[in-house]
C-alpha cells in the first residue's frame, strides 16, 4: 500500500506516523484530534499509563494538548 501525504498537516508527519493514524482513525484531522483527547482521557484515568507513545509524539509534532 502506497502512502502519500495529501494535506498540510500531514506534511509536519512522517509516513510512518501518518500510517500508524490511519490505521487507529480515518485518516483526517478531525478524528485524530478525537482519538488524542480520548488517550489524554485515558492518561489521567490510569495515572502513569501510556495507551500509545506514538499517537503522544504525533500529536505533539500537531501542536495538539498532551
Keep these: 500500500m502506497k502512502i502519500k501525504r495529501k494535506t498540510k498537516w500531514e506534511k509536519k508527519l512522517t509516513l510512518k506516523e501518518i500510517k500508524h493514524l ?6 483526517t484531522l478531525r478524528s485524530a484530534k478525537v482519538n488524542f483527547k480520548k488517550q489524554k482521557e485515558l492518561r489521567n484515568r490510569m495515572q502513569g499509563s501510556e495507551p500509545c507513545w506514538d499517537c503522544r509524539f504525533i500529536a505533539q509534532k500537531l501542536g495538539q494538548p498532551v
Design 22 to 27: 490511519r490505521e487507529n482513525t480515518d485518516g
